[in-house]
C-alpha cells in the first residue's frame, strides 16, 4: 500500500534518510522506532509530501506521491489521516469545530450530518461531552485524542501516527495505545506509527522496524525483533528495561 | 501546499557568499510572497461561499471595528499636530486662516493613508504574522496542507479581503477625524473659526487627493497581509522564530509602506 524505494534525504551535511527501501501492507500497523532525531518523522512526512525525498520515491498505492500535483496529490492525501505530534488543533475553535472542519471544508453533506460523524468519532475515542471546550482547555493527552477524531472523522484507508504518547504520563500511553488498536480492529485501517516508546510500538504493531543511520537495521513482527541480537535494538530494548513480549503484555494488564 | 521544507545551510565562506545568499534569500521572499497574493486574490470568489462567509466577516470585524480605537487617537492627533505645526508657521505672515488647506490636503493625500497603514501594519500586521507563525511551528499549517484544506482560501484571503477593504474605509475615517482635530486645534489655540476652517478646508481639495489616498490605503493593505502571511508561513524554531516573523512584519511592512506611498504619490501628482 505504501512503499519506500530508495528513498534518500538530507538536510544540509546530515543524511537522515540512506536510500530507504520498505513496503507497508494494507491492514498492518507498521512502526517505526529509533533515536530522537533518527528521521522517523521525516520518512512519515515523506508519505504526505510534507517532505520530497532528494533521490528515490515514495509510492501510494499505484501513485507516486512525490511527483504528484493538484487534484491528484489532493486525491492521495484524501486516502490518509494524520495524527501530529502536538494533535495541530486549530485553537480559536471548539473541540466540536475542529473535528468537523476537514468535512465542513471539504464535503457538501449537510451540518447535521457533519456533526452527527463528529460526535461519532468523538465518543469513538471516548471523548463524549467536551464537544464546546476548547483545545486550551483540555488536557494533552485529550488533545491528542480530539486530533485522531479529526484524523478519522473522513474515514481514511491509512493512519499515521506522529509519536502518539509523546508528552503524555504511561497511563495516558497506555491509554492511546490500546485505542490505536481498537481503531486498527473496528476500521480496518492501515497504520504507520512513529515513536520511540518500545512498549507502544511492540503492543501496537504488526511489524516493527528500527531506524538507525538513515537505514532499517532491523524490521520484523514484534516477537522476532524482542528476539533480535542487533546491537542497537538490544540497547533500545535494555533501555526501556524489555526482555519479551511478557514484559509488553505485563505493562497492558495483558 | 504552504508548508516548506526546512533550509539548512552552510555557514558562509566569506562576507561576498553571506551578501550573495542574503540577495538571494531576498529575491526568493519576494518571489513567494507574490505567488501568496496572487494564489490568496485568486480564492476571492469563494468570498460568500458557506465555508468562508463567517471567517471573512470575523477578519472585518478583527481589521475594522477592534482597530477603531487606536485609529481614532492616531487621526484626531495627527490633524491637531499638524494644524498646531503649520498654524504657528503661517501666524507670523497673519495666513493661519488656511490652514483647514493644509491639514485637509495633507490628510486626504499622505497622512491619511500613511498613518492608517502604520497602525495597521503594527497592530493587526504584527497579530496575524504571530498567529500564521504559531500555527506554522504547531503544525496547524502542516495539519491544513494534508487535510488538504488551502491555508491561502482558509486563512489568507479572509485576511486579505479585510484588509484591503477595511483600510481604504479606515482611511476615510481617520481622514475625517484628522481633518477634525485640525479645526479644534485652529478654533482653540489659532484663533480661526470653524466656519473659516472647513471654508478653506475643502475649496482647495479634490476629488482626486481623496482616491490617490484610498488607493493607497488599499495598496497598503495589500502589502500588511502578504508580508504578515508570508512571513508567518516561513515561521520556523518555535517562540523565537514566531518573534523574528512579527518583528519582520512590522520592518518591512513600514518600509514597504514608505516606499510605495512615495511612488504612488510620484505616479499621480509629478
Same mark, same amino acid.
Request: net charge negative; aromatic share 6%.
Given at each position: 500500500m505504501i512503499r519506500f524505494e530508495n528513498v534518500t534525504k538530507r538536510f544540509g551535511a546530515k543524511t537522515v534518510l540512506d536510500g530507504l527501501s520498505f513496503e507497508i501492507e494494507k491492514g498492518e500497523t507498521f512502526v517505526v522506532v529509533g533515536t530522537s532525531g533518527a528521521g522517523k518523522s521525516v520518512s512519515l512526512r515523506h508519505m504526505i509530501r510534507l517532505l520530497t525525498p532528494d533521490a528515490g520515491r515514495?509510492?501510494?498505492? %499505484? %501513485?507516486?506521491?512525490?511527483e504528484a500535483g493538484g487534484k491528484k496529490l489532493?486525491?492521495? +492525501?484524501?486516502?490518509?489521516?494524520?495524527?501530529?505530534? #502536538?494533535?495541530?488543533?486549530?485553537?480559536?475553535?471548539?473541540? @466540536?469545530?475542529?473535528?468537523?472542519?476537514?468535512?465542513?471544508?471539504?464535503?457538501?453533506?449537510?451540518?447535521? @450530518?457533519?456533526?452527527r460523524l463528529a460526535a461519532e468519532k468523538l465518543a469513538l475515542v471516548?471523548?463524549?461531552?467536551?464537544?464546546?471546550?476548547?483545545?486550551?482547555?483540555? #488536557?494533552?493527552?485529550?488533545?491528542?485524542?480530539?486530533?485522531?477524531?479529526?484524523?478519522?472523522?473522513?474515514? =481514511?484507508?491509512?493512519? +499515521?501516527? %506522529?509519536? =502518539?504518547?509523546?508528552?503524555?504520563? =504511561?497511563?495516558?500511553?497506555r491509554q492511546i495505545d490500546l485505542l490505536i488498536d481498537d481503531l486498527r480492529k473496528k476500521l480496518g485501517v492501515t497504520s504507520v506509527v512513529v515513536t520511540h516508546d518500545l512498549y507502544s510500538a511492540l503492543y501496537v504493531g504488526t511489524r516493527v522496524a528500527m531506524l538507525h543511520e538513515g537505514?532499517?537495521?532491523?524490521? *520484523? =513482527?514484534?516477537? @522476532?525483533?524482542?528476539? #533480535?541480537?542487533?546491537? !542497537?535494538?538490544? %540497547?533500545? +530494548?535494555? *533501555?526501556? #528495561? !524489555?526482555?519479551?513480549?511478557?514484559?509488553?503484555?505485563? *505493562?497492558?494488564?495483558? | 501546499m504552504i508548508t516548506r521544507e526546512p533550509h539548512i545551510f552552510d555557514p558562509p565562506a566569506n562576507v561576498f557568499a553571506a551578501a550573495g545568499r542574503g540577495i538571494i534569500m531576498a529575491c526568493q521572499g519576494t518571489g513567494q510572497a507574490l505567488l501568496l497574493l496572487l494564489g490568496a486574490a485568486a480564492q476571492t470568489p469563494h468570498l460568500f461561499s458557506r465555508k468562508n462567509?463567517?471567517?471573512?466577516?470575523?477578519?472585518?470585524?478583527?481589521?475594522?471595528?477592534?482597530s477603531l480605537g487606536v485609529v481614532s487617537v492616531v487621526a484626531l492627533f495627527t490633524g491637531m499636530i499638524l494644524a498646531l505645526q503649520a498654524g504657528l508657521e503661517l501666524r507670523r505672515y497673519g495666513q493661519e486662516n488656511n490652514i483647514g488647506t493644509l491639514v485637509c490636503v495633507s490628510m486626504l493625500r499622505e497622512m491619511g493613508p500613511f498613518m492608517t497603514g502604520l497602525v495597521i501594519a503594527a497592530s493587526v500586521g504584527s497579530a496575524i504574522a504571530a498567529q500564521m507563525g504559531t500555527?506554522?511551528?504547531?503544525?496547524?499549517?502542516?495539519?491544513?496542507?494534508?487535510?488538504?484544506?488551502?491555508?491561502?482560501?482558509?486563512?489568507?484571503?479572509?485576511?486579505?479581503?479585510?484588509?484591503?477593504?477595511?483600510?481604504?474605509?479606515?482611511?476615510?475615517?481617520?481622514?475625517?477625524?484628522?481633518?477634525?482635530?485640525?479645526?479644534?486645534?485652529?478654533?482653540?489655540?489659532?484663533?480661526?473659526?470653524?466656519?473659516?476652517y472647513f471654508d478653506n478646508a475643502f475649496r482647495y481639495a479634490e476629488n482626486k487627493d481623496l482616491y490617490v489616498g484610498l488607493f493607497k490605503a488599499f495598496l497598503f493593505g495589500l502589502i500588511v497581509v502578504t508580508v504578515a502571511c508570508h512571513q508567518g508561513f516561513a515561521a520556523t524554531e518555535g517562540a523565537v522564530g514566531v518573534g523574528r516573523a512579527t518583528r519582520r512584519t512590522v520592518i518591512v511592512s513600514f518600509l514597504l509602506i514608505l516606499v510605495v506611498g512615495y511612488f504612488v504619490t510620484r505616479m499621480f501628482y509629478q
Open positions: 515514495v509510492w501510494v498505492g %499505484d %501513485d507516486c506521491v512525490n489532493e486525491r492521495i +492525501l484524501g486516502r490518509f489521516g494524520v495524527l501530529f505530534q #502536538s494533535g495541530a488543533l486549530l485553537q480559536w475553535l471548539n473541540v @466540536e469545530d475542529n473535528v468537523c472542519l476537514p468535512l465542513r471544508q471539504k464535503s457538501k453533506r449537510p451540518d447535521g @450530518e457533519i456533526r471516548g471523548l463524549e461531552g467536551v464537544g464546546d471546550k476548547t483545545p486550551d482547555n483540555i #488536557s494533552g493527552g485529550m488533545r491528542k485524542r480530539v486530533g485522531l477524531a479529526r484524523a478519522i472523522v473522513t474515514e =481514511p484507508e491509512i493512519i +499515521l501516527y %506522529d509519536e =502518539p504518547t509523546s508528552g503524555l504520563d =504511561p497511563v495516558i500511553s537505514k532499517f537495521v532491523v524490521c *520484523a =513482527p514484534p516477537e @522476532e525483533f524482542v528476539a #533480535s541480537e542487533h546491537p !542497537i535494538v538490544r %540497547d533500545f +530494548l535494555q *533501555a526501556q #528495561s !524489555i526482555a519479551d513480549m511478557h514484559d509488553v503484555r505485563k *505493562a497492558f494488564g495483558k | 462567509r463567517d471567517d471573512v466577516m470575523r477578519q472585518l470585524y478583527l481589521v475594522g471595528i477592534k500555527m506554522t511551528v504547531a503544525e496547524e499549517i502542516a495539519a491544513l496542507d494534508v487535510m488538504s484544506i488551502n491555508p491561502l482560501r482558509y486563512l489568507m484571503m479572509p485576511r486579505l479581503v479585510a484588509l484591503a477593504v477595511m483600510l481604504p474605509l479606515l482611511t476615510v475615517y481617520t481622514n475625517l477625524l484628522g481633518i477634525f482635530g485640525g479645526a479644534i486645534v485652529g478654533a482653540t489655540q489659532l484663533g480661526v473659526s470653524l466656519e473659516a
